[in-house]
């Protein structure tokens, strides 16, 4: 069992537990400030993520950060893992035993990390860390504090490359962080 972030790190590039290490390039774990103050979870690697073995280093990391730098978050300050650490294929959903498998993982993130907020970027990040029931339309920009954590539920930056209309309420969210 790991105990620190080198046996982390360790343990998950060895990774064969679900199906999507088949398909890797890279090992995407996390990237940031491991002490850091706020978390940010995302869904699962794309592309370039996948190619760099970095999180949201693509189109929809490059969104994040300019909302980052518009409210004076620097990327290096938080710390930013995912659900899953493989790239799905077609970056489809991660599909439940998958995240469940790379939950271990994501689980000693957190306890390493020991932040005071989490940000949950997407549907997939808030169903699978605060439970099915919520929904991301109903719960962004809502706080929810368990287990001494506070979450702070907003869309995921590739849903404002879908829809722009979304980019206001997702830097109103961001927003919220600077204030507490
Ligand atoms: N989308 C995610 O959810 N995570 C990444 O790292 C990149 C895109």
Redesign the pocket.
Known sequence: MYQTWEELEEACKKCSKCKLYTGRKKV?IGTGNKNAKIMFI?????AD?DIQGI??V?K??KLMDQAFQGIGIKREEVYIA?IVKCRPPNNRNPEEDEASSCREFLNMQIKLVNPEIIVL??NVALKNILGKEYGITSSRGKWVEKDGIKYLPTF?P?ALLRDESKKIDFWKDLKKLIYI
């Not at 995302?42 to 794309?46: L, N, R, T």
């Open positions: 995407v995302g869904e699962g690697p794309g993520e999180p949201f693509g929809a990391g995912n970027l997407g995921h590739a």
